[in-house]
């Protein structure tokens, strides 16, 4: 692979394979408004039974791709029965929870049933390439580009000239009147699921054989790329989807041949970003910008929050500082500083996702910046770690707020993906700015913690100095909320245009918010690296961002108290009763799942 | 003496239908003026363009004596405009004090100092550390809050920590009007605000607006039900096709024969008549 033909010649390849992915994630966002995040996973599905068709069946390519249609269309109906049917009418961002949920189980499963290992992917195709220009096409390329072809063809007439195709049109355009009409609009999402899920499969199939590898780890990355490629085309555009996969590839392939592979998802999210600012209804949606009437309560469960009394929690409290008087068993109190760690996480999110109504899919990146800041500033200023903890808070309170600056003006759905693709980029950066991060390799050496030169190894110290790091941002934050910001924020949550209109400047107040939860979890990820010493791109990673979401959800959104339930709900017990790491995310996307459809406000309840 | 509210030659467009067009409208300080006109008129529309939530094709609209189009819709809440909505927009999750206390939000001044660059940083440090005179600015906030619930009886007042989704459609309307009130406004905007009541709910609104008119709050009003605006207006515009057809004291307008068209709809039947005859031929 070296010349201009070969990289254009990828980038069209990787194109169809975005397209099939994308055109799917369109034509279910148009039925069911929602963006499906188990698409991806859908997608790591279909290269599996296609790898396990061909390897234990030995069956031939077409026959293959058959299996792989049929039991990725089966998958998508199942996704639409449990994720999407029962949550009609809940809150809007249900559905999209619950996606997320069935990824986590699906690819959990996935990983069960065939282990982590990566596979390779035989394939029978004939081994010649046709020379053009000064590169050349191989029969793989060609297979994928008729693949791609065939199915957007297909997809035309089925949508343009039969009649469950007018009735998917007819419910993308208007829900209700197609209900009125007489549409089973049920049976309408069945099938866009289906055939969403079907395609999404055989992308899996063709980018095992493209790659010869595939594993149960790149359904994430999928996903990511489908939703890029429709927001360049347009969300829930069909047409919009294909051009913008293409887009997308080119972009890549080319970025790669410029800089290198470790920037190709960088291109990616980048793209991702101007898009959403710039022209957020892609290439091919209209200028204006429709404003959404208010659903009332619509991005939020209403609920009553449980309130316990300021002596309940007091008592709470002290008997958590107690516990390591009672015990000294290091496995428990290593777990419960994990637990107190991503309390640090879950309070900040629950402030910005929750309070502010600002959905934040990216909030793993804020760790990263901490815990680089304090890891760089005491490797290379020597600063000690009483310092250098603080400040990092302070820094990833200011780059926190800055990165997401732009992306205030996004809402809903929109601010998760920008949030999902920052925190992306942040990683990515980390990756790629060698000199400053070490990139790949990462950072080792990190000093321990410390207090006046003393440093602090007893699990009974760091689990204090963590718990109570994690009581006063609880009580700061509890301040802050009782504040005339508690109000404000929330208003900003429920009604933009109201609250605009009673004069609160949304970016200032979006602003302070993330500024206040960026410092706590800043906290959290200084901490983290001064315990675990090495810090890479990798040690805070997206799924981080997903379990912090949960824990937030488990709790009550914008709950306090809740939030450090969610926390040690999620990554004490399962720890305690020693559950098998593998399982663990299968708990979670389960209990995910259970709570949208039965206890959508948590188990305090939202505030 | 200017007007307080001074729109000449409002205008906008969605693609090719004319919402408002070279609309001329004054509010004076004191004033309770009415805009009234069938629906899709286009009085929802003058009200968001007043408010800077919609974009003006043309015109010019004066607030106070100074050019308030291409303003934020916050900065012009800030010079003292406050404004309810036609369908209703109180925040669903907040309590009825909390809906109420956020209308003073553009009042807030010991907690948020007029600071270049560090006003934010100056506002959340204020926040968490309440010097007396931001715990004072709340407290006096507070007891406002309760002063403006009672214009409406036992209505709201037993209900003050009840989440607003939690009340009656009447009730949180009424929630709209005390969060507007609490902005102290300048100018009240108050679209529609007994859409969807019954008589007697109707005369309880009515009643309050009187009162309010009664403290000299100046007021410009949508309203269908026209016994209240004839009772209470001291001029009447009235709108149709996005066109003023009519302006002047209540017994004026009523009496127009253009307004009574409008109303009535003789185009409407005869436009009917006419497509019969275009079948029957």
Same mark, same amino acid.
């Given at each position: 692979?070296?010349?201009?033909?070969?990289?254009?010649?990828?980038?069209?390849?990787?194109?169809?394979?975005?397209?099939?992915?994308?055109?799917?994630?369109?034509?279910?966002?148009?039925?069911?408004?929602?963006?499906?995040?188990?698409?991806?996973?859908?997608?790591?599905?279909?290269?599996?039974?296609?790898?396990?068709?061909?390897?234990?069946?030995?069956?031939?390519?077409?026959?293959?791709?058959?299996?792989?249609?049929?039991?990725?269309?089966? *998958?998508?109906?199942?996704?639409?029965?449990?994720?999407?049917?029962?949550?009609?009418?809940?809150?809007?961002?249900?559905?999209?929870?619950?996606?997320?949920?069935?990824?986590?189980?699906?690819?959990?499963?996935?990983?069960?049933?065939?282990?982590?290992?990566?596979?390779?992917?035989?394939?029978?195709?004939?081994?010649?390439?046709?020379?053009?220009?000064?590169?050349?096409?191989?029969?793989?390329?060609?297979?994928?580009?008729?693949?791609?072809?065939?199915?957007?063809?297909?997809?035309?007439?089925?949508?343009?000239?039969?009649?469950?195709?007018?009735?998917?049109?007819?419910?993308?355009?208007?829900?209700?009147?197609?209900?009125?009409?007489?549409?089973?609009?049920?049976?309408?999402?069945?099938? +866009?699921?289906?055939?969403?899920?079907?395609?999404?499969?055989?992308?899996?199939?063709?980018?095992?054989?493209?790659?010869?590898?595939?594993?149960?780890?790149?359904?994430?990355?999928?996903?990511?790329?489908?939703?890029?490629?429709?927001?360049?085309?347009?969300? @829930?555009?069909?047409?919009? $989807?294909? +051009?913008?996969?293409?887009?997308?590839?080119?972009?890549?392939?080319?970025?790669?041949?410029?800089?290198?592979?470790?920037?190709?998802?960088?291109?990616?999210?980048?793209?991702?970003?101007?898009?959403?600012?710039?022209?957020?209804?892609?290439?091919?949606? @209209?200028?204006?910008?429709?404003?959404?009437?208010?659903?009332?309560?619509?991005?939020?469960?209403?609920?009553?929050?449980?309130?316990?009394?300021?002596?309940?929690?007091?008592?709470?409290?002290?008997?958590?500082?107690?516990?390591?008087?009672?015990?000294?068993?290091?496995?428990?109190?290593?777990?419960?500083?994990?637990?107190?760690?991503?309390?640090?996480?879950?309070?900040?999110?629950?402030?910005?996702?929750?309070?502010?109504?600002?959905?934040?899919?990216?909030?793993?990146?804020?760790?990263?910046?901490?815990?680089?800041?304090?890891?760089?500033?005491?490797?290379?200023?020597?600063?000690?770690?009483?310092?250098?903890?603080?400040?990092?808070?302070?820094?990833?309170?200011?780059?926190?707020?800055?990165?997401?600056?732009?992306?205030?003006?996004?809402?809903?759905?929109?601010?998760?993906?920008?949030?999902?693709?920052?925190?992306?980029?942040?990683?990515?950066?980390?990756?790629?700015?060698?000199?400053?991060?070490?990139?790949?390799?990462?950072?080792?050496?990190?000093?321990?913690?410390?207090?006046?030169?003393?440093?602090?190894?007893?699990?009974?110290?760091?689990?204090?100095?963590?718990?109570?790091?994690?009581?006063?941002?609880?009580?700061?934050?509890?301040?802050?909320?009782?504040?005339?910001?508690?109000?404000?924020?929330?208003?900003?949550?429920?009604?933009?245009?109201?609250?605009?209109?009673?004069?609160?400047?949304?970016?200032?107040?979006?602003?302070?918010?993330?500024?206040?939860? @960026?410092?706590?979890?800043?906290?959290?990820?200084?901490?983290?690296?001064?315990?675990?010493?090495?810090?890479?791109?990798?040690?805070?990673?997206?799924?981080?961002?997903?379990?912090?979401?949960?824990?937030?959800?488990?709790?009550?959104?914008?709950?306090?108290?809740?939030?450090?339930?969610?926390?040690?709900?999620?990554?004490?017990?399962?720890?305690?009763?020693?559950?098998?790491?593998?399982?663990?995310?299968?708990?979670?996307?389960?209990?995910?799942?259970?709570?949208?459809?039965?206890?959508?406000? @948590?188990?305090?309840?939202?505030? | 003496? $200017?007007?307080?509210?001074?729109?000449?030659?409002?205008?906008?467009?969605?693609?090719?239908?004319?919402?408002?067009?070279?609309?001329?409208?004054?509010?004076?300080?004191?004033?309770?003026?009415?805009?009234?006109?069938?629906?899709?008129?286009?009085?929802?529309?003058?009200?968001?363009?007043?408010?800077?939530?919609?974009?003006?094709?043309?015109?010019?609209?004066?607030?106070?004596?100074?050019?308030?189009?291409?303003?934020?819709?916050?900065?012009?809440?800030?010079?003292? *405009?406050?404004?309810?909505?036609?369908?209703?927009?109180?925040?669903?999750?907040?309590?009825?004090?909390?809906?109420?206390?956020?209308?003073?939000?553009?009042?807030?001044?010991?907690?948020?100092?007029?600071?270049?660059?560090?006003?934010?940083?100056?506002?959340?440090?204020?926040?968490?550390?309440?010097? #007396?005179?931001?715990?004072?600015?709340?407290?006096?906030?507070?007891?406002?809050?309760?002063?403006?619930?009672?214009?409406?009886?036992?209505?709201?007042?037993?209900? *003050?920590?009840? #989440?607003?989704?939690?009340?009656?459609?009447?009730?949180?309307?009424?929630?709209?009007? $005390?969060?507007?009130?609490?902005?102290? #406004?300048?100018?009240?905007?108050?679209?529609?605000?007994?859409?969807?009541?019954?008589?007697?709910?109707?005369?309880?609104?009515?009643?309050?607006?009187?009162?309010?008119?009664?403290?000299?709050?100046?007021?410009?009003?949508?309203?269908?039900?026209?016994?209240?605006?004839?009772?209470?207006?001291?001029?009447?515009?009235?709108?149709?096709?996005?066109?003023?057809?009519?302006?002047?004291? #209540?017994?004026?307008?009523?009496?127009?024969?253009? +307004?009574?068209?409008?109303?009535?709809?003789?185009?409407?039947?005869?436009?009917?008549?006419?497509?019969?005859?275009?079948?029957?031929?």
């Amino acid at each position: 692979m070296s010349s201009f033909i070969d990289y254009t010649v990828n980038g069209l390849v990787v194109g169809n394979i975005y397209a099939l992915l994308a055109v799917g994630l369109a034509l279910i966002f148009g039925v069911a408004n929602l963006i499906n995040f188990a698409h991806g996973s859908v997608y790591t599905f279909g290269a599996y039974i296609g790898w396990a068709a061909v390897t234990f069946l030995h069956t031939p390519l077409p026959v293959t791709m058959l299996i792989v249609f049929v039991a990725c269309a089966g *998958l998508g109906v199942v996704i639409e029965r449990v994720g999407l049917r029962p949550l009609q009418g809940k809150a809007r961002i249900a559905p999209l929870l619950a996606t997320i949920g069935l990824s986590f189980v699906l690819d959990q499963l996935v990983q069960l049933v065939f282990s982590p290992d990566p596979r390779a992917v035989p394939s029978d195709l004939p081994d010649w390439r046709l020379a053009v220009g000064d590169g050349s096409i191989g029969a793989m390329d060609i297979l994928i580009a008729a693949v791609g072809l065939a199915s957007a063809a297909l997809l035309y007439v089925f949508l343009r000239f039969t009649k469950l195709g007018f009735a998917v049109r007819a419910t993308a355009q208007d829900r209700e009147a197609a209900q009125q009409m007489g549409v089973n609009v049920d049976a309408v999402n069945s099938a +866009v699921f289906a055939i969403a899920s079907a395609l999404g499969g055989l992308s899996g199939l063709l980018v095992g054989m493209y790659y010869n590898h595939i594993d149960p780890a790149m359904s994430f990355q999928a996903t990511l790329k489908g939703v890029v490629a429709q927001v360049i085309g347009g969300v @829930g555009n069909v047409p919009g $989807a294909i +051009v913008g996969s293409l887009l997308l590839g080119l972009t890549e392939s080319y970025g790669i041949a410029l800089l290198g592979t470790t920037y190709r998802n960088l291109f990616a999210f980048v793209l991702l970003i101007a898009f959403l600012l710039w022209l957020p209804n892609g290439l091919f949606g @209209g200028r204006a910008t429709i404003q959404s009437e208010p659903l009332v309560g619509s991005f939020i469960a209403p609920s009553r929050p449980i309130r316990l009394p300021r002596w309940a929690v007091a008592a709470l409290a002290l008997a958590a500082f107690a516990l390591p008087l009672a015990t000294s068993a290091p496995y428990l109190l290593q777990t419960l500083t994990n637990a107190w760690l991503a309390a640090m996480l879950a309070l900040s999110l629950t402030l910005i996702a929750g309070t502010a109504g600002q959905i934040s899919f990216g909030h793993a990146g804020l760790l990263a910046i901490g815990g680089y800041a304090s890891a760089l500033l005491a490797l290379d200023l020597g600063a000690p770690p009483i310092l250098s903890i603080p400040a990092a808070g302070l820094i990833t309170a200011g780059l926190g707020a800055l990165l997401v600056f732009p992306a205030f003006r996004l809402r809903g759905h929109y601010i998760a993906i920008a949030t999902l693709a920052i925190g992306e980029i942040v990683s990515l950066v980390i990756l790629n700015w060698e000199g400053l991060t070490g990139g790949a390799m990462g950072l080792t050496g990190i000093p321990p913690l410390s207090f006046l030169g003393q440093d602090i190894f007893s699990n009974r110290a760091i689990y204090w100095l963590c718990l109570a790091i994690v009581v006063s941002l609880a009580a700061l934050q509890a301040r802050f909320l009782n504040s005339h910001f508690g109000r404000t924020l929330r208003a900003v949550r429920e009604d933009e245009i109201a609250a605009r209109s009673y004069g609160i400047k949304l970016d200032r107040y979006k602003g302070l918010a993330f500024a206040f939860g @960026g410092f706590g979890a800043g906290v959290s990820g200084a901490i983290a690296a001064h315990l675990y010493s090495y810090l890479n791109n990798q040690t805070f990673d997206s799924q981080l961002s997903l379990l912090a979401l949960t824990m937030v959800i488990l709790g009550g959104m914008g709950n306090v108290l809740g939030a450090i339930v969610g926390a040690v709900a999620l990554v004490g017990l399962p720890e305690l009763f020693r559950v098998a790491a593998e399982y663990r995310i299968l708990i979670y996307g389960v209990v995910l799942l259970l709570l949208i459809r039965f206890r959508p406000q @948590g188990l305090l309840g939202t505030v | 003496m $200017a007007p307080l509210l001074d729109i000449r030659g409002l205008t906008r467009r969605f693609g090719g239908v004319v919402a408002v067009k070279a609309l001329d409208l004054t509010v004076g300080e004191g004033e309770f003026v009415s805009l009234i006109g069938p629906n899709g008129a286009g009085k929802t529309t003058t009200f968001n363009m007043i408010s800077g939530l919609e974009r003006l094709d043309g015109g010019e609209v004066r607030f106070a004596g100074r050019s308030i189009q291409g303003l934020t819709p916050e900065a012009i809440a800030a010079l003292g *405009l406050a404004r309810t909505f036609q369908h209703g927009r109180v925040f669903a999750n907040l309590s009825v004090e909390d809906n109420v206390l956020l209308g003073a939000h553009t009042r807030l001044r010991a907690v948020k100092p007029r600071l270049p660059v560090i006003g934010p940083l100056a506002e959340l440090v204020l926040a968490l550390v309440r010097p #007396p005179a931001v715990k004072k600015e709340e407290q006096a906030l507070k007891a406002e809050a309760r002063e403006i619930l009672n214009l409406f009886g036992e209505r709201l007042t037993p209900r *003050l920590d009840h #989440p607003a989704y939690s009340l009656s459609y009447a009730n949180r309307r009424r929630v709209e009007i $005390a969060r507007a009130l609490a902005l102290r #406004p300048r100018l009240l905007l108050l679209d529609e605000p007994t859409a969807g009541m019954n008589p007697t709910e109707t005369a309880e609104m009515q009643a309050l607006i009187a009162t309010l008119k009664g403290r000299g709050v100046t007021i410009l009003l949508i309203e269908h039900k026209l016994d209240l605006v004839m009772q209470l207006s001291d001029r009447v515009y009235v709108l149709d096709d996005g066109v003023k057809i009519a302006e002047g004291p #209540p017994e004026k307008v009523r009496n127009d024969p253009a +307004v009574i068209e409008a109303y009535l709809g003789h185009r409407e039947i005869g436009r009917a008549a006419s497509s019969v005859e275009v079948v029957a031929s």
